[in-house]
């Protein structure tokens, strides 16, 4: 895929159906400033246009990593925290974007996820990390709070009193506790954790890409509403899908004992 984006790289596989959009500020520990920010969303539209020309669902899953071999993400640029928290309450910046966009969006983290870092993390589906990968908000060392509702998603995931322990003391925690904590999905040994990863990416992009979106679209209306107006609006999802084409196909499979192959109609 060509690419004239400044502070991403931008790939997409056609055979896999899944993207990749990879902060590449690897000398500034791919630390977010306004352009990073725009150029990631940037790079998800450009993937998301993969779908306009194609019959069905292109686009199935995409990776979000970091260059170089020291950090996913380090934080915002300390000059930039005005300008991170003014994006941060008006439209959500490109954390909403990464929360809101239609296939699933997966954070690789290899190295440090530190503040805004984390919190773009937490704005993804899944997030899987290496061993020796380290988590934490040292906004505090700042005398501010995480501005894109770190605390919030942690204590959806945690409980608050490990938002609040790693927000107030600014302490940085291992990949291991993080997962035991429940913010991180899965901690691969740094040897084995490419091919993991690849692996895990594989097995999602090959599902019903209809059932996945709805899916996540399930999963954002738990967070928001009440079990009753939650299950309705699952019933609902659930006759769409059993409308369309890789339906039908998930259910051929099944009676002939084959691996469906779902295309997104």
């Known amino acids: 895929m060509d690419d004239d984006l400044d502070a991403v ?43 306009e020309d194609a019959d069905g669902v292109a686009l199935r899953a995409v990776v979000l990593e970091g260059a170089g071999e020291k950090a996913f993400c380090a934080g915002a640029d300390v000059g930039g925290f005005s300008e991170e928290s003014a994006g941060a309450s008006s439209e959500r910046g490109h954390y909403e974007f990464i929360r809101n966009f239609p296939a699933p ?15 773009t993390a937490l704005a993804c589906d899944f997030r899987l990390a290496s061993e020796s990968s380290t988590l934490g908000f040292p906004e505090v060392n700042l005398g501010l709070l995480p501005g894109a509702g770190g605390v919030q998603y942690v204590t ?16 940085y925690i291992s990949a291991e506790r993080a997962a035991d904590e429940g913010i991180i999905n899965h901690v691969y040994g740094d040897e084995e954790f490419e091919d993991e990863v690849d692996a895990f990416v594989t097995d999602l992009a090959g599902q019903a890409p209809l059932a996945v979106q709805a899916i996540k ?3 954002h209306m738990a967070v928001q509403s009440g079990l009753e107006e939650g299950v309705r609006y699952d019933n609902r999802l659930f006759r769409e899908l059993l409308e ?6 998930g259910a051929a499979a099944f009676d002939e ?4 192959e779902f295309d997104g109609t």
């Open 9 to 51: 790289l931008v790939e997409f596989d056609e055979e896999t159906g899944v993207g990749t959009v990879t902060m590449n500020r690897p000398d500034a520990l791919n630390a977010l400033n306004g352009q990073l920010r725009e150029d990631i969303i940037a790079g998800l539209r450009r993937l998301e246009a993969e779908n």
């Open 105 to 119: 969006v997966i954070a690789k983290i290899d190295g440090y996820c530190l503040g805004g870092g984390l919190e």
């Open 156 to 171: 959806k995931l945690a409980g608050p009193a490990v938002a609040k322990e790693l927000a107030m003391t600014g302490e």
């Open 217 to 219: 679209d399930s999963a």
């Open 244 to 249: 369309t084409e890789d339906h039908a196909e």
């Open 257 to 260: 004992d084959r691996e469906p």
